[in-house]
């Protein structure tokens, strides 16, 4: 088995979450900055085996396309060419970066910490990703 990877795109900053080789856990990964995350996936998904890629998919509650919904899709042409062997499964990411902002409030965490915008991206992922695990 191989690692499935979770994907949390957004204009500035991409969460990232990985499962252990077994596909039992989630974890986050990272919080990249946007414009370095095709470097970093054409190095990671080779290396650590990826076989399959989810990506949350921006919509509002009426399902319409936000602000960065566009992005997501250019961004997942683009994927889909680099990397044809690995599946993209696009998800749904409503609420995500709330309920992740939620999460994070409810750790523990200090107030500076829990600002921090990147842990929120990556939590998100992380999320995403464990409600793919357990929904399968």
Same mark, same amino acid.
């Given at each position: 088995?191989?690692?499935?990877?979770?994907?949390?795109?957004?204009?500035? &900053?991409?969460?990232? !979450?990985?499962?252990?080789?077994?596909?039992?856990? !989630?974890?986050?990964?990272?919080?990249?900055?946007?414009?370095?995350?095709?470097?970093?996936?054409?190095?990671? =998904?080779?290396?650590?085996?990826?076989?399959?890629?989810?990506?949350?998919?921006?919509?509002?509650?009426?399902?319409?396309?936000?602000?960065?919904?566009?992005?997501?899709?250019?961004?997942?042409?683009?994927?889909?060419?680099?990397?044809?062997?690995?599946?993209?499964?696009?998800?749904?990411? &409503?609420?995500?970066?709330?309920? !992740?902002?939620?999460?994070?409030?409810?750790?523990?965490?200090?107030?500076?910490?829990?600002?921090?915008?990147?842990? =929120?991206?990556?939590?998100?992922?992380?999320?995403?990703?464990?409600?793919?695990?357990?929904? &399968?």
């Amino acid at each position: 088995m191989g690692r499935i990877m979770a994907i949390d795109y957004g204009g500035k &900053r991409t969460g990232l !979450a990985v499962t252990d080789p077994l596909q039992i856990i !989630a974890t986050g990964l990272m919080t990249i900055e946007t414009h370095k995350l095709l470097v970093f996936l054409k190095d990671y =998904i080779p290396k650590e085996g990826v076989e399959r890629v989810l990506i949350g998919m921006p919509t509002n509650w009426d399902d319409t396309d936000t602000h960065i919904t566009e992005s997501v899709r250019n961004f997942s042409n683009w994927f889909r060419k680099q990397f044809p062997a690995v599946p993209l499964e696009e998800i749904d990411e &409503r609420y995500s970066s709330k309920l !992740a902002s939620q999460a994070i409030s409810q750790m523990g965490l200090s107030k500076k910490k829990r600002e921090q915008k990147g842990l =929120i991206d990556e939590v998100a992922a992380t999320m995403m990703l464990q409600q793919y695990l357990s929904n &399968r």
